[in-house]
């Protein structure tokens, strides 16, 4: 066991630090305003969501 993390996986984890090179992804105009729409699509209709939910579960109380 290497690391003192419990698990030997250094060879399958070398990648990390190339992992998030942004500026050379592909298609990365797409990809990162895809992610932003989802991101704030998912974060306007949560709330909505819930809100209406706790409203319809008072009124039926």
């Avoid at 399958?12 to 992804?25: C, G, S, T």
Wanted: proline share 3%; hydrophobic share 40%.
């Amino acid at each position: 066991m290497g690391g003192g993390h419990g698990h030997d996986s250094e060879p399958f984890y070398m990648h990390a630090k190339h992992m998030y090179n942004l500026d050379r992804m592909k298609h990365q105009k797409l990809k990162m305003s895809l992610g932003v729409w989802t991101c704030f699509a998912i974060g306007a209709t949560v709330p909505i969501f819930v809100v209406i939910f706790q409203q319809k579960k008072t009124a039926s109380a």
